[in-house]
């Protein structure tokens, strides 16, 4: 008699990081923000996965690499309401809410091609706000609003 299989099992990692809950849209943005095209560990990377939250969602695994802050903080511009589990003998010891920090500095191109950071070597700043359209980046510079969405990162 044949089964009924309702889950797909992924295989766990001993040692590394778990990125969940990623909007399935931005599942390959995050993936390139990684360039884990370069790894050399085991990656797994699924998406339009069944949610509670979000109804469906992405995930990546990544066997043996950890994040620093500044990598979280460009994850959050592209999916800012994800999960990062910390994966060590294959049990989760830290688990961070990744979101939107307040500023961000030297991540992000201020698209005023007249802005002094498009001119002198100095690291970009934007500060995060919201205003009618929804959030935005202010560059503390010249002050242009860029939409999340139309962000480039550097």
């Not at 008699?1 to 995050?30: Q, Y």
């Not at 994040?67 to 999916?79: H, Q, S, T």
């Not at 919201?130 to 860029?146: H, Q």
């Amino acid at each position: 008699m044949k089964e009924d299989k309702k889950e797909l099992s992924v295989a766990a990692i001993c040692n590394g990081t778990v990125i969940d809950h990623i909007p399935p849209e931005k599942l390959f943005a995050v993936v390139a923000l990684l360039h884990l095209e370069d790894a050399t560990a085991p990656i797994t990377i699924g998406n339009n996965f069944a949610g509670h939250k979000q109804g469906k969602k992405g995930i990546i695994k990544i066997a043996d690499r950890f994040f620093e802050d500044d990598v979280l903080n460009r994850i959050a511009l592209v999916a800012p309401h994800v999960t990062l589990n910390v994966i060590r003998d294959y049990k989760v010891v830290e688990k961070k809410q990744v979101e939107q920090p307040k500023e961000f500095i030297g991540i992000v191109r201020c698209p005023n091609p007249k802005c002094i950071v498009n001119h002198e070597p100095m690291p970009t700043r934007f500060e995060s706000a919201t205003d009618s359209s929804g959030s935005v980046l202010i560059c503390s510079y010249c002050g242009r609003k860029v939409k999340n969405e139309q962000v480039e990162l550097l």
